[in-house]
C-alpha cells in the first residue's frame, strides 16, 4: 500500500513538472529605457546596489537594440577594451570612479536623447 501511494505522488510531481516546463515562459531580461536610466543616475550618485549594476552588465537585452548598444558602452566603461582602459573602482560606496562616472554621463545623455525620441505610443 505504502508504494502505490510514493508511487502516485512522485507520478503526478513528475507530471506537474514537465507540463511546468512544456508551457513555461523561458524568463527574460526586459528592462525599460527608463529604468535603465534611472540605473544609470544610480550609480552615479552612489545609490545603485553592486548586484544591479551587474546585472544589467551580464544580461544581453534582446527586446530592443538601442538599450543593448548603451549596455555594451556601459561594458566597455566597466571592463574596457582595445582602445579603452576599464574604469576604476569607486572610493565611498562608488561603483565607478570620477573618470568612469564622467564617462557614464556622455551614455546617460545619449540615453536621454534615445527616451526623448521615443515615440508615445506604437502602431501595430
Same mark, same amino acid.
Given at each position: ?5 510514493? %508511487? ?21 531580461? !526586459?528592462? =525599460? !529605457? ?18 544591479? /549594476?551587474?546585472?544589467?552588465? =551580464?544580461?544581453?537585452? =534582446?527586446?530592443?537594440?538601442?538599450? @543593448?548598444?548603451?549596455?555594451? $558602452?556601459?561594458?566597455?566603461?566597466? %571592463? ?8 576604476? @573602482? ?8 570620477? !573618470?568612469?562616472?564622467?564617462?557614464? $554621463?556622455?551614455?546617460?545623455? =545619449? ?11 506604437? /502602431?501595430?
Amino acid at each position: 500500500m505504502e508504494f502505490v501511494v510514493v %508511487f502516485l505522488i512522485s507520478f503526478f510531481v513528475l507530471i506537474g513538472v514537465a507540463l511546468a516546463f512544456a508551457f513555461g515562459k523561458t524568463p527574460a531580461y !526586459r528592462p =525599460s !529605457r527608463t529604468d535603465i536610466l534611472q540605473l544609470l543616475g544610480d550609480v552615479i550618485n552612489k545609490n545603485a546596489s553592486v548586484e544591479r /549594476w551587474e546585472l544589467f552588465l =551580464s544580461l544581453p537585452i =534582446s527586446n530592443d537594440p538601442a538599450l @543593448e548598444n548603451i549596455r555594451q $558602452r556601459c561594458l566597455v566603461i566597466a %571592463f574596457g577594451d582595445d582602445q579603452t582602459p576599464a574604469a576604476g @573602482e569607486g572610493i565611498n560606496g562608488a561603483i565607478l570612479d570620477k !573618470r568612469g562616472q564622467a564617462r557614464l $554621463r556622455e551614455v546617460m545623455m =545619449s540615453l536621454e536623447t534615445l527616451i526623448a525620441e521615443e515615440p508615445g505610443s506604437k /502602431w501595430f
